[in-house]
């Protein structure tokens, strides 16, 4: 079946710091892939998505390229903020629309001042 | 804010006892989503309904089962209740064709 690998956390990381997590898939077809955040306490927020292939999802800062020859979506952000401190979960679906998400197992990020 | 409505919040109860968790979707959202979160499991998939019917079944045990009603609510029923269940259940919805699904705030559930 379809599934999501991210990098292990805890992830910490100075402000103003480069940040990257890496997220690979498995997946028949050609998924829909995403970005999640969950700050402490909170849901999850969808952060950013891409559709297809050499797509790019950003917001707030963040962006991630749907890499199709490398089944890859990465998250990046140039410069972080201690507001970045969250868990970020990677997540696929199918194109149909409508289905369930796989989400990866999701890495902490803690950013100290 | 997502739209999508979970209560209660928290929720403590004793084992072998049985809880409902309740969701609101979005509005218009036909489908929603049942997760579960614990610290050594992730996010798991328990089961979607679409439109008061149920489409896809994760890992849900037999002691829990869900329903969606007319109006698009989903109830989550949790019942013979273990330390084990504890955990955030999450609720999701999509609307049609969305390959997103918007969360919840989530329920905390505590089995003492």
């Known amino acids: 079946g379809d599934s999501v690998t991210q990098m292990e956390g805890p992830v910490t990381l100075s402000e103003e710091a480069f940040l990257t997590i890496n997220c690979t898939y498995t997946a028949t077809g050609y998924p829909s892939l995403f970005w999640y955040v969950q700050y402490p306490g909170e849901g999850l927020q969808l952060l950013l998505k891409a559709t297809k292939a050499d797509d790019k999802g950003s917001n707030k800062g963040f962006e991630a390229t749907y890499r199709k020859e490398t089944t890859s979506f990465h998250l990046e952000k140039g410069s972080v903020q201690v507001s970045d401190s969250a868990v970020y979960f990677c997540a696929l679906s199918d194109t149909r629309g409508n289905t369930p998400l796989v989400f990866g197992k999701g890495t902490r990020l803690s950013v100290i001042a | 804010d997502s739209g999508v409505t979970q209560t209660p919040k928290h929720l403590i109860t004793a084992t072998g006892q049985r809880v409902t968790l309740r969701c609101s979707p979005r509005?218009?959202?036909?489908?929603v989503y049942w997760y579960q979160q614990s610290l050594d499991q992730g996010l798991q998939f328990l089961i979607q309904y679409y439109n008061g019917e149920e489409r896809a079944k994760g890992n849900i045990l037999e002691r829990f089962s869900a329903q969606q009603f007319p109006d698009l609510h989903s109830e989550l029923n949790l019942s013979s209740l273990e330390l084990g269940d504890s955990a955030l259940y999450f609720c999701?919805?999509?609307?049609?064709?969305?390959?997103?699904?918007?969360f919840g705030q989530g329920t905390r559930l505590t089995v003492v």
């Open positions: 999701a919805s999509s609307g049609w064709m969305n390959t997103e699904a918007f």
């Open positions: 509005s218009g959202d036909l489908s």
